[in-house]
């Protein structure tokens, strides 16, 4: 079936570095998203990403949707202790009909 | 605003028991998902309603797990027979449309001896 490769997969960095992460497909999407999970909870929405090449940022969050459609990345700048978590993106093939499907997810710790 | 509510919480069965998993979605909420995600991996999805008609299950085993949203509002997922295999969180999710953004309930761990 359709797959979104997330890498990397896990990260351990020191609090105040930048995070990048991305996230590919051999198929295109209409919609890129990427979601954060905390232990014991449903994944939260960070940024939605709707047209190739559009660069949106939520704070210190900033993510990209490929030209091509077929990847997407996401970085975090000045990390601190509350980003730790599981991050995912996930596409719409179609952009609008809520079927996504998800990545691995990449799993994120920072030492204080 | 009351987010997606989802019960119980944990759930421990022996292989081959039946299991069903409560959903009640935001209010308002048109479209009502169903995830499995197992462990180290993302959430797939089950299956989709909108309103109370299905709009996808190409992905739910069929012959071993159902779901219903009779009323278009709350929803159950059942499993029956469940197998090792089912192990996994499963997530109900809700959004105002289709292809509007999702919000998750916190779960259902479900383990399989």
């Known amino acids: 079936g359709q797959q979104l490769n997330q890498s990397p997969q896990s990260m351990f960095i020191q609090e105040g570095e930048d995070v990048s992460m991305n996230c590919t497909s051999s198929?295109?999407?209409?919609?890129w998203l990427w979601y954060k999970q905390d232990p014991g909870e449903g994944p939260v929405l960070l940024i939605a990403l709707y047209k190739a090449g559009e660069l949106t940022s939520n704070g210190r969050l900033t993510a990209q949707f490929g030209i091509t459609r077929k990847d997407s990345f996401l970085n975090i700048s000045a990390s601190i202790p509350s980003d730790v978590g599981i991050y995912f993106c996930?596409?719409?093939?179609?952009?609008?009909?809520?079927?996504?499907?998800f990545g691995q997810g990449t799993t994120l710790q920072v030492k204080p | 605003e009351a987010g997606v509510a989802q019960s119980p919480r944990y759930k421990i069965i022996e292989k081959r028991q039946s299991v069903a998993f409560w959903c009640n979605p935001i209010s308002g909420h048109a479209t009502l998902y169903w995830y499995q995600q197992i462990l180290g991996q993302g959430p797939k999805l089950l299956i989709q309603f909108q309103n109370n008609g299905v709009v996808d299950d190409s992905q739910l085993p069929k012959d071993r797990f159902s779901a219903e949203r009779l009323k278009g509002v709350d929803s159950t997922l059942k499993i029956q027979p469940a197998k090792l295999e089912d192990s996994a969180v499963y997530l109900c999710a809700s959004s105002y449309n289709r292809g509007d953004e999702q919000f998750f309930g916190p779960g259902t761990r479900l383990t399989v001896l």
């Open positions: 198929s295109i999407f209409n919609t």
């Open positions: 996930a596409g719409d093939r179609s952009g609008n009909t809520g079927k996504l499907i």
